[in-house]
């Protein structure tokens, strides 16, 4: 499994984890409730994984021994209180990471904001965890909102929320979501308004598409563009 090349995650980073998603559908999704705590945010980057259980010392040196470009993937075991804040987000920033993701809490809320690292997390809180567990990165995989993440999985990550797939998944699915992209800014920019506007509907073979479903034939909804 070869890594993306830096052209490769630049293309990766232009779209949305949905037309990603869309162009293959056995990407793993963790829980949703695993959202981003900074909005407007696009991440992308292979996963270094940390197990945190409600204690920051891992986070902190993890943050200082992952890779440039590489996704924080943190699991609590569960944990009730927060493992990272703006501190350990600085850091991480500063050492040019794509992103933190806990599977657990967060604080410091305003001042992630204000860094604009990505940063997904279950929620946030003002307790921190303990600073007294010495390890710092792991060398397995670890369960992130129900799915396994291995070190060097791509992890994706919007408003949406999140996705992990394997680098040779993300390639091959590169082509496809770039077309999603494009045929649907063709039919936003062919909707217009008011009673000469054309609809969503007419953009799509709607009308063949249900018909076929109704007569139980095989067919999928798509884009005329």
């Given at each position: ?5 830096p052209?490769?995650?630049g293309?990766?980073?232009?779209l949305?984890?949905s037309s990603l998603?869309?162009?293959d559908k056995?990407f ?6 695993i959202r981003?705590?900074v909005p407007?945010?696009r991440?992308?980057?292979?996963a270094?994984?940390?197990v945190?259980?409600?204690?920051h ?5 993890a943050a200082?021994?992952?890779?440039p ?5 943190v699991?609590t075991?569960?944990?009730a209180?927060?493992?990272a804040?703006?501190?350990?987000t ?6 040019g990471?794509?992103?933190v993701?806990?599977d657990?809490?967060c604080r410091?809320?305003a001042g992630?904001?204000?860094l ?6 279950r ?7 303990s ?5 710092g990165l792991d060398?397995?995989?670890?369960a ?5 993440v291995r ?11 999140l ?6 998944q993300?390639?091959?699915a590169?082509p496809g979501a770039?077309?999603?992209e494009r ?10 308004e ?10 799509t073979?709607l009308a063949e598409h249900?018909?076929?479903r109704?007569a139980g034939?095989d067919?999928?909804?798509r884009?005329?563009?």
């Amino acid at each position: 499994m070869d890594p993306l090349t830096p052209e490769e995650l630049g293309r990766v980073r232009a779209l949305a984890t949905s037309s990603l998603c869309d162009a293959d559908k056995t990407f793993l999704l963790p829980d949703p409730a695993i959202r981003a705590m900074v909005p407007d945010v696009r991440m992308a980057g292979p996963a270094v994984t940390v197990v945190a259980p409600d204690d920051h010392l891992p986070v902190l040196l993890a943050a200082g021994q992952a890779a440039p470009g590489s996704v924080l993937v943190v699991t609590t075991l569960r944990g009730a209180r927060a493992v990272a804040g703006e501190l350990v987000t600085a850091e991480a920033r500063r050492r040019g990471l794509a992103g933190v993701v806990i599977d657990g809490y967060c604080r410091d809320v305003a001042g992630l904001r204000r860094l604009g690292l990505p940063v997904f997390a279950r929620g946030s809180t003002p307790a921190s965890g303990s600073a007294r567990d010495p390890r710092g990165l792991d060398e397995g995989p670890v369960a992130l909102g129900g799915v396994p993440v291995r070190p060097g999985d791509l992890v994706l990550g919007d408003d949406d929320g999140l996705a992990v797939a394997t680098s040779d998944q993300v390639r091959a699915a590169l082509p496809g979501a770039e077309e999603v992209e494009r045929a649907e800014a063709a039919v936003l920019a062919g909707m217009g308004e008011g009673p000469d506007g054309r609809g969503l509907a007419d953009h799509t073979n709607l009308a063949e598409h249900r018909a076929a479903r109704a007569a139980g034939r095989d067919s999928s909804l798509r884009f005329l563009v």
